[in-house]
């Protein structure tokens, strides 16, 4: 049976999904899959790895959040904090944005 946290967890990868480019989306849609779990708890571990040592040049701080939202689909205790934080980042990014076009409209007239 599928929980409430999961089923959220799945909608907001659906909406990444959609706003990725192509070839993410495609890879993300393949990772998703059930039979993937041996390959994305690998890559979830990883990619935390690379996010936490996001000072080095070619790992970048990206891959923590990455790496959280993979792992969540298979252990159930992140799924409620990692829904916590992309409804959360997804609300300071849209306040964040709409005013910083407010503000671009007032110096623009």
């Given at each position: 049976?599928?929980?409430?946290?999961?089923?959220?967890?799945?909608?907001?990868?659906?909406?990444?999904?959609?706003?990725?480019?192509?070839?993410?989306?495609?890879?993300?849609e393949?990772?998703?899959?059930?039979?993937?779990?041996?390959?994305?708890?690998?890559?979830?571990?990883?990619?935390?790895l690379?996010?936490?040592?996001?000072?080095?040049?070619?790992?970048?701080?990206?891959?923590?959040p990455?790496?959280?939202?993979?792992?969540?689909?298979?252990?159930?205790?992140?799924?409620g904090?990692?829904?916590?934080?992309?409804v959360?980042?997804?609300r300071?990014?849209?306040t964040?944005?709409?005013?910083r076009?407010?503000?671009?409209?007032q110096?623009?007239?």
């Amino acid at each position: 049976m599928r929980s409430k946290s999961h089923a959220r967890l799945n909608r907001q990868f659906d909406k990444i999904q959609r706003r990725a480019p192509g070839f993410a989306a495609g890879w993300l849609e393949r990772v998703r899959r059930p039979e993937a779990r041996w390959i994305r708890i690998p890559l979830g571990f990883l990619l935390v790895l690379g996010g936490i040592f996001s000072f080095l040049p070619v790992l970048g701080l990206w891959m923590l959040p990455l790496g959280l939202l993979l792992l969540a689909l298979d252990l159930v205790f992140l799924q409620g904090p990692v829904n916590h934080a992309i409804v959360r980042g997804t609300r300071k990014w849209s306040t964040w944005r709409r005013a910083r076009r407010d503000k671009k409209a007032q110096t623009g007239s």
